[in-house]
């Protein structure tokens, strides 16, 4: 009995001290509201809100509503924060594919390697670099190939053959040699000399014309023999994209009116190419055969859209436009947990998130199918800033001024 007694006693002096330390927090986090509490001063703790707790309300970055976002109008033109008036418009449906651009075909040279070995790129020689007439691409080391240095051995016949005319000259004007054997050791130094190639000697290969390198054929450590292409170079004229437009989407040719790129490997900003002169070259279902399943569409446009030839890039291939549609810039949408909000400022420096549902993309715009309307004023400027603005205004969860 005394044992039961002394366990019962432990249990009940543990649920005690499980329920005190439970209830702690509760005490902490109510903001010390209630009148019940000792040495609790409702007065003073009303005056510390008034002073202090609300003076919030005045600082940059606050909530004045719930779920309002607080950004003051310098902190907004500092950051880039730029709204648009929401009116239906236009809106150009387009259908995503992937695509290669180009370097037109007339405008490309090839500069090729003057002597066999091994290739060595020069310095800052890359895929999309701009490149001067005359310019060195890359060295052709043969040393260690394979069958000896042929630019050594050209040169030592050479040599030899010279040496050998040399002595035979003022031998055949003293009558000691035959015209036949001095012809003989004329020809053997006129064919030396034709197979040796300074340039070969050296192994530089250099840019044929100025313009953009498009393509490195032989990269760093490959292999060439004399003549192989090592580089392309497209000039400053006009590039070409190639796009897969899926069969399924065959109705959309005879509509097809631009195109919206976005290059792999950049920052992400999509470029229109109509800015750039763009315009459709040709399209075939025919053509469908090179690729089953996709058609080939090309379009051409200026070299000074900032792209590079060669890449690969993601597009929109933009048909027939619908009137009336609501839509935002790509730009203004946010996406949270995959849900798409934008931010709409509410008045005077108030700004709230607001959920949307997406319809149809077009690389530049989205279509909003709920949650604008006409009117509404739509952040699509520094709408990074605005976001950071509200994940350091919310208010922890559980307090609360109400008292």
């Known amino acids: 009995m005394l044992d039961r007694e002394i366990r019962l006693r432990k249990f009940i002096y543990g649920a005690v001290c499980c329920g005190v330390i439970l209830a702690m927090p509760t005490v902490l986090s109510s903001c010390g509201s209630h009148d019940s509490h000792d040495g609790h001063d409702h007065e003073n703790e009303a005056e510390m809100h008034s002073k202090s707790g609300h003076e919030?309300?005045?600082?940059?970055?606050?909530?004045?509503?719930?779920?309002?976002?607080?950004?003051?109008?310098?902190?907004?033109?500092?950051?880039?924060?730029?709204?648009?008036?929401?009116?239906?418009?236009?809106?150009?449906?387009?259908?995503?594919?992937?695509?290669?651009?180009?370097?037109?075909?007339?405008?490309?040279?090839?500069?090729?390697?003057?002597?066999?070995?091994?290739?060595?790129?020069?310095?800052?020689?890359?895929?999309?670099?701009?490149?001067?007439?005359?310019?060195?691409?890359?060295?052709?080391?043969?040393?260690?190939?394979?069958?000896?240095?042929?630019?050594?051995?050209?040169?030592?016949?050479?040599?030899?053959?010279?040496?050998e005319l040399d002595r035979l000259t003022p031998l055949l004007k003293d009558g000691l040699i035959t015209k036949k054997e001095y012809n003989d050791a004329l020809a053997a130094y006129e064919l030396a000399k034709a197979s040796y190639s300074p340039q070969a000697a050296t192994g530089v290969v250099t840019a044929p014309r100025a313009g953009v390198l498009t393509g490195i054929v032989a990269g760093e450590g490959a292999f060439v023999n004399t003549g192989d292409p090592v580089a392309l170079i497209s000039g400053s004229g006009r590039l070409t994209l190639r796009a897969l437009l899926p069969v399924r989407d065959a109705s959309l040719l005879p509509m097809l009116s631009g195109v919206v790129i976005t290059p792999h490997g950049g920052n992400g900003e999509s470029v229109d190419l109509s800015e750039y002169g763009g315009k459709l070259l040709s399209s075939s279902a025919s053509s469908s055969t090179e690729m089953p399943g996709y058609i080939p569409v090309y379009f051409t446009f200026d070299n000074s859209a900032p792209v590079v030839a060669g890449s690969a890039a993601e597009v929109y291939l933009r048909g027939v436009s619908r009137s009336g549609v609501i839509s935002v810039p790509v730009a203004a949408l946010s996406e949270q947990l995959g849900e798409k909000f934008v931010y709409v400022k509410t008045g005077g420096n108030e700004y709230e998130k607001r959920h949307v549902e997406v319809g149809a993309l077009n690389g530049t715009d989205a279509e909003i199918l709920s949650g604008l309307h006409e009117g509404d004023k739509v952040v699509v400027g520094g709408v990074s800033f605005v976001r950071l603005a509200e994940q350091s205004t919310v208010v922890p969860e559980g307090h609360s001024h109400n008292h």
């Open 56 to 163: 919030s309300e005045d600082k940059k970055g606050t909530h004045a509503d719930a779920g309002a976002i607080h950004m003051e109008p310098e902190d907004a033109e500092h950051y880039g924060v730029t709204v648009v008036d929401i009116v239906s418009g236009e809106f150009r449906d387009a259908v995503k594919s992937a695509a290669e651009i180009l370097p037109s075909a007339s405008d490309v040279a090839t500069a090729s390697a003057p002597t066999s070995g091994m290739v060595t790129l020069a310095p800052g020689i890359t895929q999309g670099c701009t490149v001067k007439a005359g310019q060195t691409i890359a060295r052709i080391k043969a040393s260690g190939v394979s069958g000896g240095d042929a630019n050594a051995s050209g040169k030592a016949a050479l040599d030899n053959a010279k040496r």
